[in-house]
């Protein structure tokens, strides 16, 4: 049975920045990783059995993730897997550098003892037409139903880690043929 | 591997009503079952690889669903079923006797060839704060990642079905201890 | 010069109940007025030079108003009108009886030395597509630029007392011919 | 009497990019002004008697607004007073410099025969808790109520032109002393 009913199912969610986090600073009228969202948004879903607890690793574009921002989420994941108290590992990510850091996880981690699921957004929660709360409501019921692994959770999609592929022209993140 | 990785992965949505889909008619002054909302609520969420096909069952609150009614929704999912381009099956549902159908479902349908997910809302889609997008969101990632079976997706929660217990104090689904 | 340069401008709101106010129960599974929703309404508005101050005088559906609650919300107007920090006066009421309540004020107040505006919604504040903020903001506008009188404002049109009229099935107020 | 009863009230809003219509576009990840989106503001409005006819001007941050920008303001103003069925201007206009082209507009215009109600937002109408709806229903109100004349609508104040400034501290348009 691949459902987890172990209740409340306790996810670490390791919160890097992103478009995802991006909102509106009308001083400087542009679009800033200033503010925090993640809480925000967690607060508008209804789980009432599923505790989420937010760690901030960092908070920047993906495109600014060189190798030690990177070390650092693997570091941060291997705290959280090492905790007695978790069930899976959320990460939160811009898309752009995101198939690295899940690359960068499944070979350091090897094989994880629990799921560890990417998830980012096209659009910025705080905008119009995001598909951000999607994104994270999707990853987090992938978390409690995958098998332990690197993924992406995606617009509705699974991707395991070594095949994410940030599809520009579509504007999502697909799986590359084998 | 849980990953259902075909593409695209095409869901049968059978739509019966219930508080998901109430919608304020300013005529009436009232909430109402009249205009149906499965799809504008799918028109939000971004998955470019998931295809959802809409089959309107009845519009009905799940108190009003007798045994008639419950047969229409398990020919209709059997009629799913037998179908060669569904990968798997979700039920919009009233919550006061969705633990009902699926139970009917799991007795008619023995060892369905496919996952099938039952999902509802506590406030309609139409109303702030409303939960059905996560619960809908959430019922399509299950229903890709599930093992054949009749299930509940709701609050982030899998249950399957004979266990699916509605908690009118906490206003959710919950899994009955065995 | 209709401009009111005061600042802060000051408006009592008095708050009676009606279909802008009712919110969803998910316990009841119908829309009540247990919750009053006009506070939350006014603080997505951005106004630094304009305070609002919110007097509860009831909450009920203004098909239930008989004479005795519209002489409680004369008497309430007319508090309102004798307090010297005080530059206008909204009311947020039902749309059923709305003209009624502006006449009864019209009647006992003969010329108020204020503004006063009675405005409401066909679909509630936390309903989706509602036309509750709106009507609040452009109550808020008029009341600002209007001499004494009693007045509705109602999708973007101003009626004075003694000419609204519902149309039930235009679903909006409109301004009788005289 | 200040109520314009006229029926319906002729709007012609000259639409001038701005704060006001910035969107997030995903391929260049960053708030454009390519796609307008006053059409899709109004259409949230609900006014069955006001007439909003949009004229585009042009598309632009009002720190990219010259001389010849605003001549081609003051020029589209012009047209809209001459027009036979307009009974209000409003102008949609970016907040850096909407006070030098209110300005520009009472220069050139003199006194116009209607009156002319510039606005915009600190927050872009498509990014969480925007000011747009706002600024935009009060400024169609503001110019159904007001006498003839050039003035500013902005977070529940009318300023004339002449003594409006941006007060880039509190972020909202201010009057300035005389």
């Known amino acids: ?14 919160a890097t920045g992103g478009t995802i986090e991006k909102s509106y ?30 760690r901030r690793v ?5 495109l600014d993730m060189g190798e030690a921002e990177r070390a650092e989420v693997v570091t941060a994941a291997r705290a959280a897997l090492a905790a007695s108290d978790v069930d899976a590992v959320v990460i939160t990510h811009g898309t752009d550098t995101l198939a690295q ?7 350091a981690l090897d094989t994880p003892r629990l799921p560890i699921v990417l998830t980012g957004a096209m659009r910025p929660y705080r905008v119009a037409d995001s598909d951000a709360a999607q994104n994270v409501a999707q990853a987090l019921m992938a978390a409690r139903l995958l098998t332990p692994g690197v993924y992406a959770a ?14 520009y022209e579509r504007l999502t993140l697909i799986e590359s043929a084998t």
């Open 1 to 14: 049975m691949d459902i987890s009913s172990r209740s409340p199912f306790r996810i670490m969610l390791l």
């Open 25 to 54: 600073d009308a001083s400087a009228g542009a679009l800033t990783l200033d503010v925090p969202v993640i809480d925000t948004l967690l607060a508008t879903l209804d789980q009432p059995d599923v505790q989420v607890d937010v």
């Open 58 to 62: 960092m908070s920047i574009d993906s």
């Open 101 to 107: 850091t899940a690359q960068a996880l499944a070979t």
């Open 154 to 167: 995606f617009h509705g999609r699974v991707i395991p880690a070594g095949r994410i592929v940030k599809d």
